[in-house]
T-cell receptor
Framework: DAGITQSPRHKVTETGTPVTLRCHQTENHRYMYWYRQDPGHGLRLIHYSYGVKDTDKGEVSDGYSVSRSKTEDFLLTLESATSSQTSVYFC?????????FGPGTRLTVT | QKEVEQNSGPLSVPEGAIASLNCTYSDRGSQSFFWYRQYSGKSPELIMSIYSNGDKEDGRFTAQLNKASQYVSLLIRDSQPSDSATYLCAVILPVENSGGSNYKLTFGKGTLLTVNP
């Protein structure tokens, strides 16, 4: 357990509104990741970070942005939410080859 | 395109049987391989890691790696109903142009295993 929390755990929002999901970790892990998980698609990487202010795009980054101003926090922002972004979002860290996952955020865009 | 492929299942086995889960990967540069278990509505949890060719055993779980065939498998002996979950295969790769200092995991889509009492 890497002490990863995500907030909010559940959110319902309307199309076109901005949404920010927060990931917080207490273990000082360098690498942090945002995934989305959808039926039939498994876990897909959105963005990742390998240090403060160092981020990069994953395979499904369109429509998402991230920021990491502190080691312990990694924010995922949907600038203008769309129904296709309805999903479960997992934050994760990586240390010594092992990935630790947060509890997930279930986001519904109506 | 770097990919990790798994049969989506569902795989159904009777209690006490051996469950065999398979995974293939496309990038020969892959060095580390992982199996995660995910219960419905929960986050994935690591159950096995394997780095070199051959078998690695941990309790009822055995991971097998064959780099020449780009194949990794997970065997679950004496399967229990509590093993019913989705099993995700994952491969760690260095990020391109990072000089080997940054890493990311690529996951398969997962195999749903059901163990019937």
């Amino acid at each position: 357990d890497a002490g990863i929390t995500q907030s909010p755990r559940h959110k319902v929002t309307e199309t076109g509104t901005p949404v920010t999901l927060r990931c917080h970790q207490t273990e000082n892990h360098r690498y942090m990741y945002w995934y989305r998980q959808d039926p039939g698609h498994g876990l897909r990487l959105i963005h990742y970070s390998y240090g403060v202010k160092d981020t990069d795009k994953g395979e499904v980054s369109d429509g998402y942005s991230v920021s990491r101003s502190k080691t312990e926090d990694f924010l995922l922002t949907l600038e203008s939410a769309t129904s296709s972004q309805t999903s479960v979002y997992f934050c994760a860290t990586l240390r010594q080859g092992r990935q630790y996952f947060g509890p997930g955020t279930r986001l519904t865009v109506t | 395109q770097k990919e990790v492929e798994q049969n989506s299942g569902p795989l159904s086995v009777p209690e006490g049987a051996i469950a065999s889960l398979n995974c293939t990967y496309s990038d020969r540069g892959s060095q580390s391989f992982f199996w995660y278990r995910q219960y419905s509505g929960k986050s994935p949890e690591l159950i096995m890691s394997i780095y070199s060719n051959g078998d690695k055993e941990d309790g009822r779980f055995t991971a097998q790696l064959n780099k020449a065939s780009q194949y990794v498998s997970l065997l679950i002996r004496d399967s229990q109903p509590s093993d019913s979950a989705t099993y995700l295969c994952a491969v760690i790769l260095p990020v391109e142009n990072s000089g080997g200092s940054n890493y990311k995991l690529t996951f398969g889509k997962g195999t749903l295993l059901t163990v019937n009492p």
